[in-house]
């Protein structure tokens, strides 16, 4: 588990929180990661098993034993694809779902450890959506990683290692263009950094708002305020709307990018290869392995392009909630300060300062003992000794009799009403009342 002061580190730095709680559970990490590395391998391979079957069979001489042979590794292969995607998802379903609970243990017992003028300057709603936000975020772009984002890189490269058995400037070719795509896409990405993390906070805004209204419904129907809090919830509505459509512009400008550069490889692809076996330099099962090979690239780099676009704007989201939430704690132990031990044992307050920042200070010297056996269920709460500390100290109130005790009569809006209406009538109905 981490400690209040490490999780502190990471509120400017969300690719090292999510790297931490990755190598906390490294082991089935990299049992997935492994197993999708080789489901990709096989994919890839089976095309070109697929070549070697089509020159085998559109060969001069008919061997039997090596198309059979074809066919057993083609076979092999495709088992072998779909078994290591299934041992990458078993495994994914518990690990992935193990770190959200990791993330938001962590998150909360950080959050717990603030001081009281922390959760008076920030709404409980807003800050309860982003330890859900932050985790969810995190669950996504795991998924992400893994499903979407890892499988098109190494398509690609082994694309291109295949392609160069057929000719080694087609290969240099496709290296060439596919590190300028990547480099633009990731500078395109970063430029848009801020859009996404204006929906971050725009979405985080309206969770907090949405949380804080109906927690304190009660309050809001006595004192007749659903108009308002309808229309400042449309506000925020509209407000995160207006920042998710621009995020979302913004990435689809990529995409469409992206299509174009890769839809005019591929076919620059397809007619360098017919030139090729025109000129006798490429077999039947090159050209077919140099299609097959295009269409993956086309269809990798789509949804590399795709998923790291989704990619950054969750990671923008979870960005936004560790720099809310990871702040460093304004009241915390000294780090010489000793655990205190459990058993018959006293506590002492001896010369006891205390005051909130840029407040004045609440007592000063404060000096008691809890005796052991005294109180075993004691909650100190130093707001409170400051108040009765103070030099002219209100008496406890007494304990009402059991008439007293009775339950009231229930009142309701209308009374409210009609004693307020009373309330002005009696002194003269001014208008100046009317705010009251």
Same mark, same amino acid.
């Given at each position: 588990?981490?400690?209040?002061?490490?999780?502190?580190?990471?509120?400017?730095?969300?690719?090292?929180?999510?790297?931490y709680?990755?190598?906390?559970?490294?082991?089935?990490? +990299?049992?997935?990661?492994? +197993?999708?590395?080789?489901?990709?391998?096989?994919?890839?391979?089976?095309?070109?098993?697929?070549?070697?079957?089509?020159?085998t069979?559109?060969? @001069?001489?008919?061997?039997? $034993?090596?198309?059979?042979?074809?066919?057993?590794?083609?076979?092999?292969?495709i $088992?072998?694809?779909?078994?290591?995607?299934?041992?990458?998802?078993?495994?994914?379903?518990?690990?992935?779902?193990?770190?959200?609970? &990791?993330?938001?243990?962590?998150?909360?017992?950080?959050?717990?450890?603030?001081? %009281?003028?922390?959760?008076?300057?920030?709404?409980?709603?807003s800050?309860?959506s982003r330890?859900?936000?932050t985790?969810?975020?995190l669950?996504?772009?795991?998924?992400?990683?893994?499903?979407?984002?890892? %499988?098109?890189?190494?398509?690609?490269?082994w694309?291109?290692?295949?392609?160069?058995?057929?000719?080694?400037?087609?290969?240099?070719?496709?290296?060439?263009?596919? +590190?300028?795509?990547?480099?633009?896409?990731f500078?395109?990405?970063?430029?848009?950094?801020?859009?996404?993390?204006?929906f971050?906070y725009?979405?985080?805004?309206?969770?907090?708002?949405?949380?804080?209204?109906?927690?304190?419904?009660?309050?809001?129907?006595?004192?007749?305020?659903?108009?308002?809090?309808?229309?400042?919830?449309? $506000?925020?509505?509209?407000?995160?709307?207006?920042?998710?459509?621009?995020?979302?512009?913004y990435?689809?400008?990529?995409?469409?990018?992206?299509?174009?550069?890769?839809?005019?490889?591929?076919?620059?692809?397809?007619?360098w290869?017919?030139?090729?076996?025109?000129?006798?330099?490429?077999?039947?099962?090159?050209?077919?392995?140099?299609?097959?090979?295009?269409?993956?690239?086309?269809?990798?780099?789509?949804?590399?392009?795709?998923?790291?676009?989704?990619?950054? @704007?969750?990671?923008a989201?979870?960005?936004?909630?560790l720099?809310?939430?990871?702040? %460093?704690?304004? *009241?915390? &132990?000294?780090?010489?300060?000793?655990?205190?031990?459990r058993?018959?044992?006293?506590?002492?307050?001896?010369?006891?300062?205390?005051?909130y920042?840029e407040?004045?200070?609440?007592?000063?010297?404060?000096?008691?003992?809890?005796?052991?056996?005294?109180?075993?269920?004691?909650?100190?709460?130093?707001?409170?000794v $400051?108040?009765?500390?103070?030099?002219?100290?209100?008496?406890?109130?007494?304990?009402?009799?059991?008439?007293?005790?009775?339950?009231?009569?229930?009142?309701?809006?209308? &009374?409210?009403?009609?004693?307020?209406?009373?309330?002005?009538?009696?002194?003269g109905?001014? %208008?100046? *009342?009317?705010?009251?």
């Open positions: 588990m981490a400690t209040v002061e490490h999780l502190a580190t990471y509120a400017d730095r969300p690719m090292a929180f999510f790297l709680y990755v190598s906390r559970r490294g082991k089935a990490h +990299a049992i997935i990661v492994g +197993a999708v590395a080789l489901a990709v391998v096989c994919s890839i391979f089976t095309q070109y098993a697929v070549k070697l079957l089509v020159d069979l559109s060969g @001069q001489e008919r061997n039997v $034993a090596a198309v059979w042979h074809g066919f057993v590794l083609l076979a092999a292969l $088992a072998g694809d779909n078994i290591l995607w299934r041992v990458a998802s078993w495994v994914g379903n518990s690990t992935f779902v193990n770190v959200t609970g &990791d993330v938001r243990s962590d998150l909360f017992r950080h959050l717990t450890g603030h001081a %009281p003028s922390y959760f008076s300057s920030s709404p409980p709603g800050l309860t330890v859900t936000a985790s969810n975020a669950f996504t772009v795991e998924n992400m990683l893994v499903w979407n984002v890892l %499988p098109p890189c190494m398509a690609t490269v694309s291109i290692a295949l392609v160069a058995t057929v000719s080694y400037a087609m290969a240099a070719c496709l290296v060439v263009v596919a +590190a300028l795509v990547i480099l633009t896409m500078r395109a990405a970063a430029a848009g950094r801020q859009l996404h993390q204006e971050a725009r979405a985080a805004a309206v969770d907090g708002e949405l949380t804080d209204v109906v927690g304190n419904m009660t309050i809001v129907k006595a004192f007749g305020g659903l108009s308002r809090e309808h229309r400042r919830f449309d $506000a925020a509505v509209d407000r995160e709307m207006a920042a998710r459509r621009r995020s979302l512009r990435l689809e400008r990529l995409r469409i990018m992206h299509a174009l550069v890769t839809v005019a490889l591929t076919i620059g692809l397809l007619a290869v017919l030139v090729l076996w025109q000129q006798g330099q490429a077999t039947t099962g090159d050209v077919i392995l140099v299609c097959t090979l295009g269409l993956s690239v086309l269809h990798a780099t789509r949804d590399l392009a795709i998923a790291l676009v989704d990619v950054t @704007q969750h990671t989201r979870f960005a936004e909630a720099q809310t939430l990871l702040v %460093p704690h304004q *009241l915390c &132990d000294r780090p010489d300060a000793k655990t205190l031990a058993g018959g044992i006293s506590v002492r307050f001896d010369k006891v300062d205390f005051a920042p407040c004045p200070r609440l007592f000063h010297g404060l000096k008691f003992t809890i005796e052991h056996g005294h109180n075993n269920v004691l909650t100190l709460d130093l707001a409170s $400051a108040y009765w500390y103070q030099s002219e100290a209100s008496p406890i109130p007494s304990i009402p009799d059991k008439e007293g005790r009775k339950l009231k009569p229930f009142i309701n809006i209308g &009374d409210i009403h009609r004693w307020r209406d009373a309330w002005r009538k009696s002194r109905n001014d %208008p100046a *009342l009317w705010g009251n």
